[in-house]
């Protein structure tokens, strides 16, 4: 079995970020990228099931920023065989269209298995991993906090409240990650090495549809000013009721 | 920095990985109560960066100082203990096997050095010789097929959790009455191996300094660095071990200044007086100036003085030459991050007073800031300066 793990190349959180002048980019000051922390989780779990034998071959496919070739070639340090870099050219593309771009290449690559974040870290559009699935016709399960593999059906679980669900996922399937999953390896020295000779191949992302266009970026409101809302125990009740009826938060 | 290829800024992203993990949330704990930093060096040694620089014949990375240097730089960043850890397991307790060992020695206890699985320390230093390391009174008397060492070595780093230590004892004298001197492994468990007391330290808390005691130890001629052909001979290994150690303590410092840097930037943009953030000011800003300049030049002396050993060229002088720049710089950032940080700065919770602490070690340890100069000069009046 051939999975593919979809991977984004994203800001630290620790950077600041803040609309550019003009609007129409946002400007990431301090802090390095990294491997959106779900798809590293997913990575994670993908490289366990290569180790045990239950892939054959593990790709990762990233649609970014030609400077994305430091987050690939550290996912083939931690274990993965291949890595695809669909260098993008797009200003600002829409979730369908990523999705439209990367199903493509899932299709190409002959995976049975995609496995990747519940969501990105920058984005929070949470719908990636859906729509890869909707334009495969792929089976599809979101937030898993576990997964397992074995004779063509993929075992997830999926927290709910009150309950777990464990759901029979039919391959091919598309699996989006859930924190708790798996706890992401650091790159071994051996790694380091062997990534150097693995295959990054970097091509220009396809032409896709993209029905959205950026019209800019815009600061977050300023937060609104405190207020006293009185002293001592007689501010009780007043403090209560704000919470209650301006925050909700009671 | 041109002088990293991929590989380099690989290697630094897994140590800043790590170092984020394990040795960062615990840097300030183990300052406190001066444990050994287990837990980093279990993580360090699995993922092979306890042998960055041994070829992999020997279990190592085989990877280049260089990237040693950036490994202790990094690690240095949060936490100057676990970073000396690192460096005299490398530099000083396995360097020396690799380097002047035999084959059937290197194949006994480079491995185990290399992975991790056992910690190396190095004992050159006495009570009565630090800086004039020839003045050794350790003594190893031949008894057929051993030798009896009596003696002590003192602020030995890894002490106590060291499989094996390498060392230095007198072993006679020569025609013209001077001491021959000659380098020994000894094993940790060995009859007569006697571990002193942890020493309580300025800074560098957490790393295990110790006095080692011996007691009419036995160790067997097998245990000779180099084999019974180097007796006698084995003082100039310790000194070319500490050349290349020296590099190490050069990144330890350099390390040290960056993190200073790291906490002082980003506070003085934060925080506020005299109605805009003290960044603004003139005699902060100059600080940071200064401190950022410092750190550079003490990058490009320690990397170019590592890829010169990469290189096979000669680098005793440049080692010299980062080491004291690096240890000098350490010290002086790290003091001037504490005075931009005001109170904040001298408190624990902001731990620039650890740096600090720390970052005198490296103006001490493998060769005083003077030894340096010493070096350097002798280095200038007989070989001219080279340029
Ligand atoms: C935390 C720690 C860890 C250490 N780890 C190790 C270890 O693992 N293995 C080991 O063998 N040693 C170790 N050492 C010992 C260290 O290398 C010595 O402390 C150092 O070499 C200085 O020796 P000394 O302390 O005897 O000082 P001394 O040699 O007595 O020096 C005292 C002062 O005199 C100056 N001085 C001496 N000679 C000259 C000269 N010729 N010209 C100008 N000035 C001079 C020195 O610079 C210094 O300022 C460690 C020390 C510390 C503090």
Redesign the pocket.
Known sequence: MHIAVLMKRVPETTARVRPAAGGRSVEVQGGETIISTYDEIALERAIQLREAGVATKLTVVCLGAAEATKEVRKALAMGADEGLLLVDAEPFRDPASAAEVLAGAVKDLGAQLVICGWKALDDDSAVVGGCVAARLGWAYASFATKLDVAGGTATVHREMEGATEVLAVALPAVITVQKGLAEPRFASLKGIMAAKKKPLVEKPAPAASNASALDAYLPPPDRPPGRIVGEGVAAVAELVRVLKEEVHAL | MLYLQEQHLMIRQTVRDVVAKVVAPKAREIDETCAFPWDAVKALGELGLLGVPVPEKYGGAGMDNLSNSILIEEVARHCGSTALTIA?HVG?GTYPILAFGTEEQKMRWIPQLASGQAIG?????EPD????AQATKTTAVRDGNEFVVNGA??????GSYASTIVFTAVTGTDAAGRKQITAFVVEKGTPGLVQGKLEK?LG?RA?D?RMIHFEDCRIPVANVLGGEVQIGVGFKKFMQTLDGGRISIGALGLGIAQGALDRALPYAQQRRAFGGPISDLQGVAFKLADMATWIEGARHLVYHAAMLKDADQPFARQASMAKLFASEVGTKASDMAIQVMGGYGFVREYDVERLYRDAK?CE????????QR?VIGRSLVKDGCGF
Request: aromatic share 6%.
């Open positions: 005299a000083l320390a190095f004992g050159l230093t010789a630090g800086s004039d070595k003192m602020y030995c780093t890894n330290k560098m790393s300094t070690l001490i340890g493998e060769g005083t800031s003077e030894i010493m």
